[in-house]
């Protein structure tokens, strides 16, 4: 299989490789193409690669280009982990957002639409570039904010863009690990949107296991949605919301603590990347610390392990928990939800995963054509939606309320209309003024080159 990688020179591009060579399936990926417009960072994760790839036999060939088309000719599987403006363009959401006194976070609230404002024209793009050189492959879409952006990409490539996520996964596991459960043994009754889902069950040979956890303050106060939202909510809720939803359900905690912060995480990331890259591509090519045989991979570990370290830092402050524990730092996977996703479509190894899809008729709150956030059995047809319970009230609230966001902005995006933009912000519940919604729009238009098509 041939698998291109669009954002070819991000960080994370190790983890896909790294599950790649750890496959050694019938049928594996051969051949990796990465595509990025940036061809020092090109440069730089190559050198990752190449160390991870090194005395690896059968490892997949690797190949840079600059050229989406020709990234995308031949391409059976693409993967998209495009990240548009880069992570300046993220510190930028982030500071509009907070000088209003209003979330920036790059998938929620007012950064999150920034962020989809001028995403989801390029990914249509892409889209309509696959349609076109590559129209049997599958989109695997992990680009934020992934719902959103694969429901664009959905109304160019139908079913064959799936996204993906690794906050579920990472949930599911971490509730399993409280019980008992092997998580490879269980069901994960998970529903939502896209960083917006509840876990509502975990069924063993049958049985639901997580009222047993929901019935255990102390069981509930000793893994991270635990402590980030506490027993006792978590016990009212009846379910255990994705940590993403700390943000709704603390808004005013976590706004406070991302202006309390000394950086915001766009900033951090910025400032981490950028020290990172430099080192690999500075000199004579080494990587700092040594220009000897794995330097890069080592240097990209490092990165790696400060990163995970401190993710969600400002809502743990605000949460009041301190630093991450152990348990915690494993993330969910997404490059092995990919590669489990790749393997079931394109060798028929069925599987059930939670992905991002078209609902169809799975949450009678949503339309067909909506993307939703629930496990899907997956084979060479590839993803369909299981049936699940009905969302309860509060939730389809937020659901419905974030969903009707979401198509303002693809209306926006595809009209150029600025009413729209302003509309998407303003009707967003984190956001609680038109007037706000209108000031947000100007400063994000200042901010970024890419949003002067809103003009109608």
Known sequence: MRLTIL????????????????DRGEGRVSHVTLYDVDTARLGAVARVLADQAAGVEGAPEITATTDLDEALRGADFVFSAIRVGGLEGRAADERVALAEGVLGQETVGAGGIAYGLRTVPVAVHIARRVAALAPDAWVINFT???GLVTEAMSHVLGDRVIGICD??????????????ADPDDAWIDYVGLNHLGWLRGLRVAGRDELPRLLADPVALGSFEEGRL?????????GAIP?????????????VDAYQRAERTRGAFLRDQQAGFYDELTRGDGGAGTGTGAGAALGAWNR?????????????RDAAGIGERDADDLESGGYEKVALALMRAIAKGERTTLILNVRNRTTLSVLD?????????????????????????????GLVTAVKAVEREVLAAAESGSRASAVK??????????????????????AAHPGLAYLRA
């Open 424 to 445: 998407a912000f303003a009707l967003h519940p984190l956001v609680d003024s038109v007037a706000v919604a209108r000031r947000l729009l100007d400063g994000y238009t």
């Open 167 to 180: 906050s579920p996964v990472g949930l599911g596991r971490r509730v399993a690990r409280v019980l008992g």
């Open 242 to 254: 994705n940590e993403y939803l700390h943000y709704y359900y603390f808004n005013r905690e976590a």
């Open 144 to 146: 934020n904010p992934a």
């Open 368 to 396: 067909a054509d909506a993307v939703i956030e629930v496990p899907c059995h997956v084979d060479r047809n590839g993803a369909l939606p299981v049936a699940v319970d009905p969302l309860p009230y509060h939730a389809v």
């Open 7 to 22: 954002g070819g020179g991000g960080f994370r591009v190790p983890l896909v490789y790294g599950a790649l060579l750890r």
């Open 229 to 237: 939202f506490g027993p006792e909510w978590l016990s009212s809720l």
């Open 303 to 315: 990165t790696l392990a400060e990163r995970e370290a401190t993710y969600m830092a400002a809502n």
